[in-house]
């Protein structure tokens, strides 16, 4: 099998890379989804301290990525983000020229010609009315000018691909992200349902900050540093509890509320298993979490369900569905 | 320099007090196009296409003129209704010909009076009779208003995009030239190596499963 084929998780908080790099072998590349505009008086600073940046002149300079973040705290300021909710963000004005030099680094150069890009592209939220289609655009647009073919890829299927083969990649998958969470159904690898919730990662610091008065760095920062959902310590870590309690509950519930509507026309042959995965559940015992939530469903839930597993590499997992995608284009 | 090329009806850039509209363009220079945060959102929110250009010094082809628009009548009118657009703006100062300026506001006139000519044919419920030169006159008087009404941007939407998929008619501006191929490689990427020994049999099954698919299709 060539390692021709790259798969690109574009998310609020990190954007990742995934390549083949021989058998059985692959190589994820990460970088933070921030950065931070300073004024050419830095240059100095930052090249003493040995960090990258972008020279735009008079317009002064950029850092890009998680050097972004420290740089930030060292100037009290806050860094940028390109993306908001899952899509880029209408306010930032320099979202594009930050997300083109994060995939071109991300990406480098094409190993065959046109090189096939299988990248995320979130579902439509079912609670919001939000445009896919110029997000999706300027990622195609962004990605083509790498050198690469780009194919967009749902962001939750890509959990299908990559955890369910066993399966025969029938599962329902939910990625929780930091801006939105993704769900998609899919039996024998057809798409039944696929929808995204407007709330992750950042809702649940911003409400658990509003609840006890800190601030969502703080809960951000806490979240970071190790919580255990089943057992929290304090108001902080009980704030965080309640408040992925809610989403996890949210996220039941309008999966039965959506698959109500296509019931009729989707068949489900077997039970299927449930795979749950991104940055947001990363919290100390999420899953045990999840399922104890989910159980208080399951009798009222619309189809039988196998078992409810993590996914083996939450944070990698989207781009390692979208490299399966893409290397498949290459195989024999 | 710059070019400012839009696929609305109008887009107005309010700290350079310039207006685009569908079928025309506008050159600003550098200085504007670094100092204008209005067009920078706009280009932003896909209203408006900047490319960095030069403007052309050798003179084109010029276009095959056009019948100019007239209303069909009962008595012919010389000259037709599609009077050149003489809008507050003065001529770019860019050096663009003046002819070729001329032709790009004919052309956007001309294209303008067409839609505004079958909005007005299809709203208008019926024509009263018109006798005589004074009864003829009124009825240039009125179907002038008509199209100075509609030209003056009154009444017309903006395509709406929200949840709808452009159609070939609709296109929307993705800009070009995002990535900066000068740009040096400035990032610290986390980078990790792992064995994924499901990778493999992932995409050989997936593959199979989309060749049955095709097959059964």
Avoid at chain 1, 79 to 105: F, H, Q, T, Y
Avoid at chain 1, 122 to 149: M, N, Q, W
Avoid at chain 1, 191 to 209: C, M, R
Wanted: glycine share 10%.
């Amino acid at each position: 099998m060539s390692n021709y084929g790259t798969g690109l998780d574009i998310g609020t908080m990190n954007v990742v890379c995934a390549r083949r790099t021989g058998k059985d072998k692959v190589e994820t590349s990460r970088v933070r989804d921030a950065f931070l505009d300073l004024d050419a008086g830095a240059k100095r600073m930052l090249k003493l301290n040995g960090v990258n940046f972008v020279d735009r002149g008079e317009d002064g300079i950029i850092v890009v990525g998680d050097a972004a973040l420290e740089i930030a705290n060292v100037f009290g300021r806050e860094a940028r983000r390109p993306l908001s909710g899952g899509l880029i963000s209408a306010g930032e004005l320099d979202a594009l020229e930050i997300l083109g030099i994060m995939v071109k680094n991300l990406l480098g150069p094409v190993k065959t010609n046109r090189e096939y890009c299988y990248f995320s592209v979130p579902a439509a939220p079912v609670d919001a009315d939000r445009d896919l289609v110029y997000h999706k655009g300027i990622f195609e647009r962004i990605v083509s000018e790498c050198g690469y073919t780009p194919v967009a890829g749902n962001e939750a299927m890509a959990i299908i691909y990559a955890e369910t083969a066993k399966e025969g990649f029938s599962g329902l998958a939910l990625s929780f992200g930091s801006g939105m969470c993704n769900i998609a159904l899919a039996v024998n690898g057809i798409e039944g349902l696929t929808f995204s919730v407007s709330q992750g990662g950042d809702w649940i610091d911003a409400g658990a900050a509003k609840a006890t008065g800190s601030t969502a760095s703080r809960m951000c920062a806490l979240k970071e540093k190790g919580v255990d959902l089943l057992k929290p310590e304090g108001r902080e870590q009980e704030a965080l509890a309640l408040y992925y309690k809610s989403l996890c509950e949210y996220c039941i519930s309008t999966t039965a509320k959506e698959f109500q509507k296509i019931k009729d026309r989707f068949a489900l042959p077997r039970p299927i298993p449930i795979v749950v995965s991104g940055g947001t559940a990363l919290a100390g015992n999420f899953l045990p979490f999840f399922q104890q939530t989910f159980e208080r469903e399951r009798k009222r839930f619309p189809f039988e369900v196998s078992d409810i597993r993590m996914a083996s590499d939450p944070l990698n997992a989207v781009a390692r569905g979208l490299l399966i995608q893409a290397v498949q284009e290459y195989s024999d | 320099m710059y070019l400012i090329e839009t696929n609305q009806p109008s887009v107005t850039v309010e700290d350079l007090g310039i207006t685009i509209r569908l079928g025309s363009s506008v050159w600003i220079t550098g200085e504007q196009f670094r100092s204008s945060v209005c067009l920078k959102r706009l280009k932003a929110l896909g209203q408006v296409r900047v490319t960095p250009k030069k403007p052309s010094r050798v003179e084109k082809k010029p276009t095959k003129k056009r019948a100019p628009l007239s209303v069909s009548m009962s008595r012919p009118r010389k000259g037709g209704l599609a009077k050149p657009l003489r809008r507050g703006g003065a001529e770019p100062s860019t050096g663009i010909p003046v002819e070729q300026v001329r032709r790009m506001v004919n052309q956007a006139a001309l294209e303008a009076a067409e839609a505004v000519a079958g909005r007005i044919l299809g709203e208008t419920p019926t024509v009263p009779p018109v006798t005589g030169l004074e009864g003829l006159e009124a009825l240039e008087g009125r179907i002038e208003q008509a199209v100075g009404r509609a030209l003056s941007g009154r009444g017309t939407s903006p395509v709406s995009v929200q949840g709808a998929e452009p159609t070939l008619e609709e296109p929307m501006f993705i800009p070009e030239g995002i990535v900066n191929e000068t740009d040096p490689s400035v990032l610290e990427t986390h980078t990790e190596a792992s064995s994924d020994e499901g990778l493999e049999d992932a995409a050989a099954a997936l593959r199979a499963l989309r060749r049955n698919r095709k097959e059964q299709g």
